[in-house]
């Protein structure tokens, strides 16, 4: 039976369809990646989206960490571990005269004394090494789940933090300039890396400290910043016409029907 507007009355509204695809944002200094899913969660809510619309994001970025945050929405959050599969490039900004328990600027810091800074050819003989399938050390502070608990909630309340080293995959680095302490790097890698961890080691390596005092990430797969919004220009209000259709490469396979956890993935 069809249902029938009461009389004198306007037929039932009908649902709007739950917004669905993808939005690339320019994450600033500052607010967590998750912050930003918020953010975003609100403005389409606001636009008349459900209350409880999935909102989650294609690898975290640390809040000092800057750059490409690829947010996905709707059904595009089954598309987690697809976009995280995605190469990635960062800019990092090295200081080798200091060493961080978090291994960039959030500190505390421990200075290293260098007598002798290294060459440009020795910085690049070192980098060169860390190119290719490579073993990697985690941050103790980073947000990887050990045991129901974040790795930085064990290290701020002082406890033993057990991680192992994971193989990762790092397809290049380039030193864009070097004049010291100072090293800047332009690095693509693969999913898991962990841009302070390269900081950490590559400082290590070279006999001085090691840690990132500036990251921005400028791609993610297909996703650059070019078209990217920033934080502070996302519109109070969000709708289907603001996301960017969700790519065919993407949906050449069947979609898993659980979304993934967007929560916690490397930087």
Known sequence: ??????????????????PTGILVVDKPVGPTSMSI????????????????????????????ATGVLVVLVGKATRLCDRVMVGEKEYLARLDLSRFSL??????????????????????????????????????KF?????????????????????LSARTVEIHSIQVVSYEWPWLELDVRCGKGVYIRSLARDLGTALGTGGMISAL???????????????????????TQADLMPIPDEFLQSPVPETPSDTSAQPE
């Not at 507007?5 to 709007?16: C, L, N, R, T, W």
């Not at 969660?41 to 636009?47: F, K, P, S, T, V």
């Not at 990430?217 to 969000?238: I, M, S, W, Y």
């Open 142 to 162: 980073s947000a990887l789940n050990i045991g129901g608990m974040r790795a930085y909630e064990m290290a701020r309340l002082g406890q033993a933090v057990p």
């Open 37 to 64: 899913c918020a953010r975003v969660r609100g403005a389409l809510r606001g636009a008349g989206a459900p209350k409880g619309i999935k909102v989650g994001h294609g690898g975290t970025l640390d809040p000092l």
């Open 1 to 18: 039976m069809n249902e029938r507007a009461p009389a004198g009355g306007k037929p039932p509204e009908q649902p709007k369809p739950t």
């Open 102 to 139: 978090t291994d960039d600027e959030e500190g505390p810091f421990e200075s290293v004394e260098v007598r002798t800074p290294p060459t440009r050819e020795e910085v690049d003989r070192a980098a060169a090494k860390f190119v290719g399938r490579i073993e990697q050390m985690p941050p």
């Open 216 to 238: 921005r990430r400028t791609r993610v797969g297909r996703f650059t910043l070019e078209g990217a919004v920033k934080r502070d220009d996302l519109p109070r209000k969000l």
